[in-house]
Nanobody, 116 residues
Framework: QVQLVESGGGSVQPGGSLRLSCAAT????????MAWYRQFPGKQRELVAR???????DYADSVKGRFTISRNKRFDTVYLQMNTMRPEDTAIYYC??????????WGQGTQVTVSS
């Protein structure tokens, strides 16, 4: 059973930076894309950023120019560099992987808090 293990969450002041990491516990066959989602209290999860196998990326309008998604060569680890953070970025962030099958995996979530 594949698990996605997230790390790097925590608290930061407005304007600060955090880097999230997500690693699969074993190789995932034919990954199409990996992504980061976030969830605000009482809301559904929303896409933050996605990176496809060919390297193409998508970002939510609210994070464009501030967040950057990247991956390792084997495409079993994905990162989210978050800069110039705002209080409205406070949420639980989840890692997601979609591959052949189709198969889909989710991480357990990591809390990110932006507050002075």
């Amino acid at each position: 059973q594949v698990q996605l293990v997230e790390s790097g969450g925590g608290s930061v002041q407005p304007g600060g930076s955090l880097r999230l990491s997500c690693a699969a516990t074993r190789s995932i066959f034919s990954v199409y894309a990996m992504a980061w989602y976030r969830q605000f209290p009482g809301k559904q999860r929303e896409l933050v950023a996605r990176i496809r196998a060919n390297g193409d990326t998508d970002y939510a309008d609210s994070v464009k120019g501030r967040f950057t998604i990247s991956r390792n060569k084997r495409f079993d680890t994905v990162y989210l560099q978050m800069n110039t953070m705002r209080p409205e970025d406070t949420a639980i962030y989840y890692c997601n992987s979609v591959g052949a099958g189709p198969t889909e995996y989710w991480g357990q979530g990591t809390q990110v808090t932006v507050s002075s």
